[in-house]
């Protein structure tokens, strides 16, 4: 497993082809943005995730916040479960999981009494600055978005 990101260090760039273009980081410098890593678009707890942070996105970007979400899919994949769901923010594919190793979100778990490696729930904030503002992994998919808000001070 990578090693996971602390808050206050420098969020690494990166950039990754998205359902609908490219999505740079640094590009979002003076924004906050949200990146919040899943392991596969259209399962149930990803579908859940998804369509929180899809039902919170106005009050989020109304508080300044942007929001990605990163999985190793395909845009193919990503555009059909966009279009699926009404997402409207972001979805990269990080097909060859290196932007997930890099903010520590890819590395072994328990799947159904297994280990395997794999995509870690996570989600970490960035500041305006670019540093890791929030660094949270291995979150549940159901009622995280409402925590996340709680932490971040918006409810």
């Known amino acids: 497993m990578t090693d996971k990101l602390s808050v206050g260090e420098a969020a690494p760039d990166f950039t990754l082809p998205t359902d609908q273009g490219t999505f740079t980081l640094s590009d979002h410098r003076g924004k906050h943005v949200i990146i919040y890593f899943y392991p596969a678009a259209m399962t149930p707890g990803c579908t859940t995730q998804a369509c929180d942070f899809r039902d919170s996105l106005s009050a989020l ?3 300044g916040y942007e929001v990605i979400g990163v999985s190793k899919d395909s845009p193919e994949t990503l555009a059909k479960f966009r279009e699926k769901e009404g997402l409207t923010f972001a ?3 990080d097909e060859d ?3 997930q190793n890099a903010y ?3 590395g072994e778990k328990s799947l159904y009494g297994k280990l395997v490696n794999g995509s870690l729930r996570s989600t970490v904030v ?3 600055d670019g ?3 929030l660094a949270q992994y291995n979150v ?3 009622g995280h978005v409402a925590k996340l808000r709680r932490d971040l001070g918006l409810d």
């Open 61 to 63: 970007q109304a508080a």
């Open 91 to 93: 979805l990269a594919a």
């Open 97 to 99: 999981k290196a932007v």
């Open 104 to 106: 520590g979100a890819w």
């Open 126 to 128: 960035v500041d305006p």
């Open 131 to 133: 540093k890791v503002e």
């Open 140 to 142: 549940k998919a159901t």
